[in-house]
């Protein structure tokens, strides 16, 4: 008994140091990337390396703003990925109910069909997607970059996994009681699901907030650029901007740690509570 308890000690010491060095390696860069949004370029090759936060953030900021308008960028995310969040949410939760709740023709098809278009890279369906907006006459438009990933596999999946474990003879009830179809999923399926819509929530947010590629071909006007197009733009043959590409940075990971902090107790309980059934 001395020895296994010695072994358990053991084992939960090397993981706490496991836990400490991961820790340390997440974050050394993102100190990094803050006391660099502060320096000046020219300290940015210094031996030793500057690790105290410097006084030129303004400056930086300063000089970010004139070369493309970062402001106007972060308003573009901001509403894009807000906007994105709050629709796929809705299709998400209602197409996971009906999936999860009623029984219809070719519902298995349709639900691993759905499944499958996960494992299709983006690199597949920019070119067909940007044809459609094209023809459409959406390019260049926020329309564009958020209504064709609104109806989100993984996010159909999710939903239908939590929403089965509520009790169908929960549903009758409120069917006896005389409750319409619509009214079973936003008065009894919802607000049961909120764990799982916050996790939800987070998932697609970040999608969205980081998305590049797809943003990059449907969107010319740089008006209309989203963050990662604003600073992508800063790379340029002769010289790379990179206190300004820093401080471009760590304001757009203020946003992602605003709505985790936010959404963090409900993260891992939605993420499981559709894993075990009831």
Same mark, same amino acid.
């Given at each position: 008994?001395?020895?296994?308890?010695?072994?358990?000690?053991?084992?939960?010491?090397?993981?706490?140091?496991?836990?400490?060095?991961?820790?340390?390696?997440?974050?050394?860069?993102? @100190?990094? !990337?803050?006391?660099?949004? $502060?320096?000046?370029?020219?300290?940015?090759?210094?031996?030793?390396?500057?690790?105290?936060?410097?006084?030129?953030?303004? #400056?930086?900021?300063?000089?970010?703003? #004139? &070369?493309?308008?970062?402001?106007?960028?972060?308003? &573009?995310?901001?509403?894009?990925?807000?906007?994105?969040?709050?629709?796929?949410?809705?299709?998400?939760?209602?197409?996971?109910?009906?999936?999860?709740? @009623?029984?219809?023709?070719?519902?298995?098809?349709?639900?691993?069909?759905?499944?499958?278009?996960?494992?299709?890279?983006?690199?597949?369906?920019?070119?067909?997607?940007?044809?459609?907006?094209?023809?459409?006459?959406? $390019? &260049?438009?926020?329309?564009?970059?958020?209504?064709?990933?609104?109806?989100?596999?993984?996010?159909?999946?999710? !939903?239908?996994? &939590?929403?089965?474990?509520?009790?169908?003879?929960?549903? #009758?009830?409120?069917?006896?009681?005389?409750?319409?179809?619509?009214?079973?999923?936003?008065?009894?399926? /919802?607000?049961? =699901?909120?764990?799982?819509?916050?996790?939800? %929530?987070?998932?697609?947010?970040?999608?969205?907030?980081?998305?590049?590629? @797809?943003?990059?071909?449907?969107?010319?006007?740089?008006? =209309?650029?989203?963050?990662?197009?604003?600073?992508?733009?800063?790379?340029?043959?002769?010289?790379?901007?990179?206190?300004?590409? =820093?401080?471009?940075?760590?304001? %757009?990971?203020?946003?992602?740690?605003?709505?985790? /902090?936010?959404?963090?107790?409900?993260?891992?309980?939605?993420?499981?509570?559709?894993?075990?059934?009831?």
């Amino acid at each position: 008994m001395h020895t296994q308890d010695k072994q358990e000690a053991l084992w939960k010491f090397g993981s706490y140091i496991f836990l400490l060095v991961v820790t340390a390696l997440v974050l050394i860069p993102l @100190y990094w !990337m803050l006391v660099a949004a $502060t320096i000046p370029q020219s300290e940015f090759f210094s031996w030793p390396p500057q690790l105290i936060p410097g006084t030129y953030f303004l #400056e930086n900021f300063a000089a970010l703003q #004139e &070369n493309v308008d970062f402001v106007r960028s972060i308003g &573009n995310s901001i509403f894009i990925a807000v906007t994105y969040t709050i629709l796929s949410l809705i299709l998400c939760s209602m197409a996971g109910f009906a999936f999860a709740k @009623y029984e219809f023709r070719f519902k298995e098809p349709l639900f691993y069909f759905i499944l499958a278009t996960l494992v299709l890279p983006i690199q597949l369906l920019i070119i067909p997607l940007f044809l459609l907006m094209v023809q459409i006459g959406w $390019t &260049n438009s926020y329309l564009a970059v958020i209504l064709p990933w609104a109806a989100n596999p993984l996010g159909i999946f999710l !939903m239908r996994q &939590n929403m089965k474990a509520i009790p169908d003879s929960l549903l #009758e009830s409120a069917r006896m009681d005389g409750a319409t179809e619509f009214q079973l999923y936003y008065k009894i399926a /919802l607000p049961t =699901m909120l764990p799982s819509l916050a996790a939800l %929530a987070i998932i697609l947010f970040l999608n969205q907030w980081q998305a590049f590629l @797809y943003p990059l071909v449907i969107l010319q006007d740089p008006q =209309m650029f989203t963050i990662p197009l604003a600073l992508a733009d800063l790379v340029g043959q002769q010289r790379v901007a990179f206190d300004q590409i =820093m401080v471009g940075t760590s304001l %757009a990971v203020l946003p992602i740690f605003i709505v985790f /902090l936010t959404l963090q107790q409900y993260f891992i309980k939605g993420i499981l509570s559709g894993s075990v059934k009831q």
